[in-house]
């Protein structure tokens, strides 16, 4: 009953959090020069044309106002329409694949060679190989997306001609053939397997020093028997917390990497809507983020839980 009130109480904490997030989208968007009207209409559009546009759109109105009446619309699944007359819903729709196909890639492969790496640097710390993890994801975390894209495509399609820098969409609006999607998953990917590397070390290394791990090692079980049944699954809630903060991050670099490699997903289309000042899609995009990342920290809160029952 305890552990459900907790639950409960974590869960209205986190609600409280969102709604503030995306309060603070509709100011933020607002202090921005120039309007959604004016951004629609252009520069040939007279005050009373902008006057009419600013009523359709409702700017005309409170600020407070058109944030209770987006987020009430919200609550019956309507996003509300973007200042060109366009549904947020169906726009999301449409995009949001896009996006995922993009965020699942580069998580699984943060994933599989950040446990790789940190699993290998656990057990043999003193190794050369390990030596030079230590600066190497240093670096990796230290470096911005947009940095890490410029230099791929610097290497990788400038110099050496071996990737394209561009994706270009068929008529599905997926990127017309696989290569396409190597390196943007590689920008987004490499920060976080520096990061989620360092963690799995981290975590293996503080599970290493338990009672139940040294009695096995005295045993003289091998060492992947070692790591494989006696430190991973206690290890493992920092873990899956690491991936679920991972997947919050990566959507945050998507903006970015997709803007630096013209991939048609949910970051295009946000920075877009910030050139347009278009407040309903910008807050439509931050919900839908903030919402998927609170349900995998959710789900790493449970894994956690079950783990810490299961360890007692």
Not at 193 to 199: C, E, H, L, M
């Amino acid at each position: 009953m305890i552990a459900v009130k907790a639950f409960a109480l974590l869960v209205l904490r986190r609600v409280a959090l969102l709604l503030t997030l995306l309060a603070l989208v509709f100011v933020a968007v607002d202090l921005l020069p120039g309007s959604a009207a004016s951004s629609t209409l252009g520069r040939d559009a007279n005050r009373a044309e902008l006057a009419a546009k600013e009523h359709e759109l409702g700017l005309d109105r409170a600020l407070p106002v058109q944030f209770w009446h987006w987020l009430s619309g919200v609550l019956t699944g309507d996003f509300g329409q973007t200042s060109r007359g366009n549904s947020v819903g169906a726009l999301l729709a449409d995009k949001f694949p896009q996006t995922l196909l993009l965020g699942g890639i580069a998580l699984l492969l943060t994933v599989l060679v950040s446990l790789a790496l940190g699993c290998w640097w656990a057990l043999r710390p003193h190794a050369f190989g390990a030596r030079l993890l230590q600066p190497a994801s240093t670096i990796a975390v230290a470096v911005p997306e947009f940095v890490c894209g410029t230099l791929l495509i610097l290497v990788f399609s400038l110099a050496t001609g071996l990737l394209p820098a561009v994706t270009i969409t068929d008529r599905s609006g997926y990127p017309a053939s696989p290569d396409m999607l190597i390196l943007p998953v590689l920008a987004l990917a490499i920060p976080q397997i520096g990061w989620n590397a360092r963690v799995v070390r981290s975590a293996l290394q503080d599970v290493a020093t338990a009672p139940h791990v040294e009695s096995a090692v005295l045993d003289g079980l091998p060492a992947r028997t070692v790591l494989l049944r006696h430190m991973l699954p206690f290890a493992a809630p920092t873990i899956v917390v690491g991936f679920a903060t991972t997947v919050g991050m990566m959507f945050g670099g998507a903006l970015v990497v997709e803007t630096l490699f013209n991939y048609p997903g949910v970051g295009a289309v946000l920075a877009g809507s910030v050139a347009d000042r278009d407040t309903a899609t910008v807050a439509a995009v931050v919900a839908l983020t903030a919402i998927v990342t609170m349900v995998l920290l959710a789900v790493a809160d449970v894994v956690r839980r079950w783990a810490a029952e299961g360890a007692r």
